[in-house]
């Protein structure tokens, strides 16, 4: 299973956008990339998921370059209730398989 | 959206006692559920694949006689924390794998367990 590294923690601001970056160096062909929030207390939400180049939906955007071994999360012009834990997993997600958890990234969006 | 349920959402033990969680599929069938446990300010830590039918994959170091794993139908697993101690104290979260086409995973909402 790939292993990602993400940076612990951000700050951020009301109304940013916020770049969230996961390596993944050792990605296998068949992995999809991931990404979940989870607010204290609660069980992770899925966001997005992309396999490679670029993926939008309502609330974020995952750019994955063509090498595959990084992603990044952008959340357009965060708000106070962004403020939560981000994981990128990497696996084979629409199989059978196990997702892995990394240390994920606290992000932190003040006033 | 498919939910995944978790029950009871909070539990408070005395050390010895034994406690059952249960994670429901409600929407869709499952064949694959998972079992993790999170201590506070860390992240996930997958303990457990519960297969439908058959007996649980434990992770490395994960004791299975300590936490028993059923999963008896297409739409319930359960977690029975054994002798529960104050360090089985955590938040414990199942997800759930769609068994049909898109093989989704949705997490339940986590349940808090507390051993006194």
């Known amino acids: 299973l790939a292993k990602t590294t993400q940076p612990i923690s951000m700050d951020s601001y009301e109304g940013q956008e916020v770049n969230i970056t996961c390596s993944h160096n050792n990605i296998a062909t068949n992995d999809y990339i991931t990404w979940y929030q989870q607010f204290p207390s609660q069980g992770p939400r899925f966001i997005i998921q992309?396999?490679?180049t670029k993926v939008t939906n309502e609330v974020a955007s995952l750019f994955i370059p063509a090498d595959r071994k990084s992603s990044t999360l952008s959340l357009p012009r965060v708000s106070l209730s962004d403020t939560a834990v981000y994981y990128c997993l990497v696996g084979v997600y629409n199989q059978g398989g196990k997702l892995i958890f990394g240390q994920g990234t606290e992000l932190s969006v003040k006033p | 959206g498919a939910v995944v349920s978790q029950h009871p959402s909070r539990v408070i033990c005395k050390s010895g006692t034994s406690v059952k969680i249960e994670c429901r599929s409600l929407?869709?069938?499952?064949?694959?559920m998972f079992w993790y446990r999170q201590f506070p300010k860390k992240s996930l830590m997958l303990m457990a694949t519960s297969n439908e039918g058959s007996k649980a994959t434990y992770e490395q170091g994960v004791e299975k006689d300590k936490f028993l794993i059923n999963h008896a139908s297409l739409t319930l697993s359960t977690l029975t924390v054994t002798s529960a101690h104050p360090e089985d104290s955590s938040f414990y979260i199942c997800s759930a794998r769609d068994s049909g086409e898109t093989g989704e995973l949705f997490f339940g909402e986590g349940s808090r367990l507390t051993v006194l």
């Open positions: 992309g396999y490679k």
């Open positions: 929407d869709f069938q499952a064949t694959t």
